[in-house]
């Protein structure tokens, strides 16, 4: 039974780059979350996805932000021109429904 | 406005010391789920409890404890005879079932280092 997975694990961009990151859920799990931590702080919820459907997303997601489950099962989040402040551990999370939520290792953004 | 409030920044104790995190919670709905959950320095959240709002039982995993009270809206988590492989930083969650989310809202967690 393989856990959540994400890739890749670290991404140093420059400024004005586009980016993105790959979530793979637990097979059977139809929620999927993206969630960010910025250093010293805990994570804070950006959207979330129940099957191939996105049913919200954070005011914190700015319109560079955009992300996708096509068949819903693994998900992409892409950051369009980043920005210094985007740098953050970017953390996707599955579940069923009204489950506990279990989490990936994290894809580390670093811009420059 | 924050929901989840862990007041102690960072606990330093000794190998074999007890240690008690601190979680405080502020939630209008009745029904809701509160979690902790482990962050290594690897840096994968690692998930050690969930409670429901309606069973305030007492919990014991090993060297782990909660004490879940609801009249004081506080979940604290006790390690007990803590080792060296519990450094961490430890975060409380809540998420409401009125929403239908059940997105976690964090606490800004509690960094945990046990000396040897």
């Known amino acids: ?112 | 406005a924050q929901k989840v409030t862990q007041a102690q920044t960072e606990i330093s104790v000794v190998e074999k010391e007890d240690v008690t995190l601190d979680c405080v919670y502020e939630t209008r709905d009745t029904t809701y789920y509160l979690f902790w959950y482990k962050q290594p320095p690897s840096g994968e959240l690692v998930f050690l409890i969930r409670r429901n709002s309606f069973d305030e039982q007492n919990e014991i995993s090993g060297r782990y404890s909660w004490n879940f009270q609801k009249s004081t809206s506080s979940f604290n988590f006790t390690i007990t005879a803590s080792q060296v492989v519990d450094s961490a930083v430890y975060f409380c969650a809540l998420s409401e079932a009125g929403s239908n989310d059940y997105k976690l809202s964090f606490g800004a967690g509690t960094t945990v280092t046990v000396r040897a």
């Open chain 1, 1 to 112: 039974d393989t856990g959540v997975s994400q890739n890749p694990r670290h991404k140093i961009t420059k400024r004005g780059q586009n980016v993105t990151f790959r979530c793979d859920p637990i097979s059977e799990h139809n929620r999927l979350y993206w969630y960010r931590q910025t250093l010293g702080q805990g994570p804070e919820f950006l959207t979330y996805f129940q099957n191939e459907a996105q049913l919200e997303k954070s005011r914190l997601l700015s319109d560079r932000f955009s992300a996708e489950r096509p068949k819903g099962s693994f998900s992409t989040l892409e950051i369009q021109r980043t920005e210094q402040g985007d740098s953050a551990m970017y953390l996707c999370a599955s579940s069923l429904p009204v489950d506990t939520q279990y989490f990936g290792p994290g894809t580390r953004l670093t811009v420059l």
